[in-house]
C-alpha cells in the first residue's frame, strides 16, 4: 500500500499530520466520523479505498484492524487484523502492476500472522498473486476473500510480540488523535 519512503509511522507522523490538519482532528467522535487517522501521503488513492474496503470486510469477520502496522524486525503490514480469539491476519495492499513488482518484501511477514493475504482492486490482474497466498478483491465500499489464505499457527512468541505492537500502536494513535500537541512533546522530551 505505501509509496513510501519505507519508514515507520510513529506517533510524531500521526501527531503531525493530525496538527496540519486540525479540521480532520477532533476529540470526541461525531456521528457518522471516523477515529481512524487519516492517509498521510504515503498511499495512493487506490490503496487507500483498498484498505477501506478490506477494514470493512475484516469489520464483518469479526476483525479489528488496524493500518500501517510496524513489524518486529522494522517492516510495516498495510494492513493487520485481529479475530475475538486472537488470529492475526497480514494483508499486503497492491494498487498496481508496479507496486506489486517493485515490493516483495511480503514473505517476511509470514512469522508474523496466522493468515498472509493480498488485497487488490477488481482491475488488477489476479494471476499476478501467487496461488498460495489469500486474495481479497475491495473497493472503498467492501471487499470479498476470493482465495482463502491458507493458516499457519504462529509462534507463541511472535504472537505475543505482535499482539502487544498491535495494541500500543492503536492506543498511541489514538491518542494522536485525542491530543496532537501532547505527542508531539512527549516525542520531543524524548530526543
Not at 514473505?107 to 488485497?119: I, S, V
Not at 482465495?147 to 499457519?152: C, K, N, S, V, W
Not at 500502536?169 to 496532537?180: E, K, Q, T
Request: charged share 25%; proline share 7%.
Amino acid at each position: 500500500m505505501s509509496l513510501s519512503d519505507g519508514k515507520p509511522m510513529t506517533i510524531a507522523t500521526i501527531a503531525r499530520h493530525a496538527m496540519r490538519n486540525k479540521p480532520q482532528s477532533f476529540v470526541a467522535v461525531e456521528p457518522g466520523r471516523s477515529a481512524a487517522p487519516s492517509e498521510d501521503g504515503r498511499q495512493s488513492a487506490t490503496a487507500l479505498a483498498i484498505a477501506r474496503g478490506t477494514g470493512r470486510l475484516l469489520a464483518t469477520l469479526g476483525f479489528v484492524s488496524l493500518p500501517e502496522l510496524t513489524l518486529p524486525g522494522g517492516r510495516r503490514a498495510d494492513l493487520a487484523g485481529i479475530s475475538p480469539k486472537g488470529e492475526i491476519w497480514i494483508i499486503e495492499i497492491k494498487s498496481s502492476i508496479a507496486d506489486f513488482r517493485a515490493d516483495q518484501k511480503w514473505p517476511e511477514y509470514a512469522e508474523f500472522c496466522d493468515r498472509f493475504l493480498f488485497a487488490v482492486d477488481k482491475d488488477f490482474p489476479a494471476e499476478l498473486i501467487p496461488g498460495t497466498e489469500g486474495l481479497i478483491v475491495a473497493d472503498r465500499f467492501g471487499a470479498e476473500i476470493v482465495r482463502p489464505a491458507e493458516f499457519y499457527r504462529m509462534a507463541p512468541a511472535s504472537r505475543k510480540t505482535v499482539t502487544l505492537a498491535f495494541a500500543r500502536a492503536s492506543a498511541a494513535r489514538l491518542y494522536a488523535l485525542h491530543d496532537p500537541q501532547a505527542s508531539i512533546e512527549a516525542l520531543q522530551a524524548r530526543e
